[in-house]
């Protein structure tokens, strides 16, 4: 590859159209620069049959033996090497030599690596790299070459994107360009052209609604060839999830604001992700932080000569129903002591799984391994090996890293450092549920029981530790107590530290705490509940004013009333300053009662998990989905929807109305739902809500 003489860094990597070549970007001050190579890229294939020869004759393809490792841990073995000449072939290649395997005799590897991916992996190069300078990957102190950014967005709200509204304005940046469709798209193209922007922000759903307003020939990168990334649909623990189109540029990125990794932390945290991870920037932007861990994992493997497994197969050792119960247990959870608790102090563990990982050595190659018995795993007796593992090779340094940031941070408080360490906290975090993902490329089951155990260990200890430092505990939840009482804090966290090995975090001191019963019992829920920090911030967690689907004027109510609580210095205020709370109440009904709140405020947000078709009953959802068809906004599942509740009754799509038309509401309706979110305030002791009277409106 010919690299230009002069500082550049990498910001982008792409495809020729026809997948021939790979075009890296580089920027240098306000210039941009683009380089091309022919790259070939190599699968591997492990074969206890036949048939492979014959599959291969069928490509432009060669193939030669060559040694690699097949799993962390094992030796090296025979694999044969096929280079495709051909990129855009390589997936049929692999499909067909599983497939003439009748799916067991074929193992194929290194197959389902996007082609830019597979570029900087083999290179040994990543975004943001300055190729002319001698920078590490992990080097703290990296430059970043100032990214021209620019804004697309439509004057629609969410909710009526990807409808059949015709489109006669468009935001740019802070231009505006109006017409009929064709204008406003041609317009749209000279002035991203004017612009030359490295980095196309937009709200979820524009783009995608913009490229089909263009019949899919929406060609805004600096080289044509654009390519379109459709939406898609899929189910996750129980959650339907919608992930917006996207469209893939010639030398420019496209980032969806509301993707998880830059909403979280940034450009600064999606540009250390991309960094550590090998991962091009566009591919980061709209990833999970758990692609990530997988694709640092990915990293090592190529740098150690380890193969990356395409349908990984290996089984779940076996066990005794005895040792699936007990190894099957997940975190120590505490139920909450209901009620009002002065003096609170929050600890929590830093990072407590990733350290798990590293300190205990937890990786699928040396748990229960063959070689060594000194280590068990707590409760479950599993033998870990004292080889460095593969794991902890992956996190010790992102652990460090973010260790490092954060002491930075309390000296300087640099709002890049901060992103960065947010970012890394949701890598490290998605590192331990990795282990026990199915498909994820170096998981084991048993790693995720041996996380657990040791955590639940370590918890366990620590409420040990915490009593006898004079504190009682009155909650607890995986890496995280709740202690009530005056004990040696600073001597605490030592004690701790020095028998776990792991730091212990404080988290926060409140003046009080209320942790809240579960809605039919008046056992404690485990994540219901809010206090007040010594700084008199307020702490949310479980109730209205937390939930996605809350309409904006219940959560304005619980927000009042909650800094109307707020100033109290003890439980005795606590109650007095409960009359306050029913002033609010009653002002707030009274305001619905007589039509003062927007529709706005009162609409209902929520991703419906089906289509109108799959609904069995008429339900909020199926009403909503089927009054948006009939106004023309076409909704996916897992796409976001808005209305608001005109009779509650109902058992047809009249129970519902969209959010820009003049329909009647349901007043009792949300009287309702405000007494719902004025008890979950309350709590036994003190309050009793379960004998409160309704609050009516005069």
């Known amino acids: 590859m010919r690299l230009l003489v002069m500082k550049m860094m990498l910001f982008d990597?792409?495809?020729e159209p026809g997948e021939n070549r790979v075009e890296l970007w580089f920027k240098s001050g306000d210039r941009v620069f683009r380089e091309t190579e022919r790259f070939k890229p190599k699968l591997y294939i492990k074969t206890s049959g036949g048939g492979v020869p014959r599959v291969l004759e069928r490509y432009d393809v060669d193939s030669c033996f060559v040694m690699k490792?097949?799993?962390?841990?094992?030796?090296?073995?025979?694999?044969?090497?096929?280079?495709?000449?051909?990129p855009g072939r390589l997936n049929q290649v692999a499909e067909d030599v599983y497939r003439e395997g009748g799916f067991r005799e074929n193992r194929v590897y290194n197959a389902d690596l996007s082609l830019p991916f597979r570029y900087l992996l083999r290179n040994g190069l990543y975004p943001t790299i300055d190729i002319e300078s001698d920078e590490g990957q992990y080097d703290l102190d990296y430059e970043v070459e100032d990214l021209k950014t620019i804004e697309i967005d439509l004057d629609l709200d969410e909710s009526h994107l990807n409808s059949s509204v015709p489109i006669e304005k468009i935001y740019v940046g802070e231009n505006e360009v109006t017409g009929g469709e064709k204008e406003v798209l041609e317009g749209l193209k000279r002035e991203v052209s004017r612009v030359d922007p490295d980095i196309i922000y937009t709200r979820p759903g524009v783009m995608e609604h913009i490229v089909g307003m263009a019949d899919g020939t929406l060609d805004l990168g600096r080289l044509p060839g654009s390519r379109e990334i459709t939406s898609k649909t899929h189910n996750s623990y129980g959650r339907t999830i919608h992930k917006p189109g996207s469209l893939v540029m010639r030398g420019r990125i496209h980032i969806n604001k509301n993707s998880f990794i830059y909403s979280e932390s940034g450009l600064d945290g999606v540009l250390e992700l991309s960094r550590l991870s090998s991962r091009p920037i566009h591919e980061v932007a709209r990833t999970s932080p758990g692609t990530v861990i997988s694709s640092?994992?990915?990293?090592?493997?190529?740098?150690?000569?380890?193969?990356i497994p395409w349908k990984k197969t290996v089984p779940e050792d076996f066990k005794t129903a005895g040792e699936l119960i007990k190894a099957d247990r997940g975190g120590l959870t505490l139920?909450?002591?209901v009620g009002f608790h002065q003096n609170v102090t929050e600890v929590d563990y830093s990072s407590l799984f990733p350290n798990i990982i590293s300190r205990k050595n937890i990786s699928p190659e040396t748990i229960n391994c063959s070689c060594c018995n000194s280590q068990r795993v707590p409760q479950l007796g599993y033998s870990v090996c004292n080889e460095k593992g593969f794991l902890p090779r992956v996190v010790e340094p992102l652990i460090r890293r973010r260790e490092k940031l954060k002491k930075r941070i309390k000296n300087e408080g640099d709002i890049r450092d901060r992103r960065r360490v947010v970012a890394l906290k949701w890598v490290l975090v998605t590192c331990f549920g990795y282990t026990g993902y199915k498909n994820a490329k170096y998981g084991k089951i048993e790693c995720h029981e041996s996380i657990c155990a040791y955590g639940r260990d370590i918890m366990a200890k620590t409420i040990q530790i915490a009593e006898e430092s004079g504190y009682k505990v009155i909650h607890g939840v995986v890496d995280s107590l709740w202690l009530a009482g005056d004990g040696d804090l600073i001597g605490f966290k030592e004690k701790v530290e020095k028998r776990v090995d792991i730091p212990l975090d404080i988290e926060a001191s409140y003046r009080w705490m209320v942790f809240l019963p579960r809605r039919r019992s008046r056992t404690g829920a485990l994540n219901r509940y809010y206090g007040v920090k010594e700084n008199g911030e307020l702490k949310v967690r479980g109730i209205e004013l937390r939930r996605r689907d809350t309409p904006k004027i219940i959560k304005e109510f619980q927000k009042e009333a909650l800094n109307a609580l707020k100033?109290?210095?003890?439980?005795?205020?606590?109650?007095?300053?409960?009359?306050?709370?029913?002033?609010?109440?009653?002002?707030?009904?009274?305001?619905?009662?007589?039509?003062?709140?927007?529709?706005?405020?009162?609409?209902?947000?929520?991703?419906?998990?089906k289509k109108p078709c799959d609904y069995k009953t008429m339900n909020r959802n199926k009403a909503a989905l089927i009054k948006h068809r009939e106004h023309g906004y076409s909704k996916k599942p897992g796409q976001k929807i808005k209305y608001v509740i005109r009779n509650?009754?109902?058992?047809?799509?009249?129970?519902v109305g969209l959010v820009d038309q003049e329909t009647p509401i349901d007043k009792t309706h949300y009287i309702d739902m405000l007494d719902r979110a004025y008890k979950s305030l309350q709590f036994q002791?003190?309050?009793?809500?379960?004998k409160q009277k309704e609050i009516q409106v005069a």
């Open 296 to 307: 640092m994992q990915m990293a090592l493997a190529q740098k150690e000569g380890i193969l």
């Open 648 to 655: 509650s009754n109902s058992k047809t799509r009249d129970k």
């Open 13 to 15: 990597v792409s495809v």
């Open 335 to 337: 139920q909450p002591r």
């Open 567 to 609: 100033d109290a210095e003890n439980k005795s205020e606590f109650i007095e300053k409960q009359s306050e709370v029913t002033r609010i109440l009653k002002r707030y009904k009274k305001q619905i009662k007589n039509g003062e709140v927007a529709r706005e405020k009162l609409a209902y947000e929520t991703k419906p998990s």
């Open 685 to 690: 002791k003190g309050c009793r809500p379960s």
């Open 69 to 86: 490792k097949r799993w962390p841990g094992r030796d090296e073995e025979r694999f044969l090497e096929v280079t495709v000449y051909n």
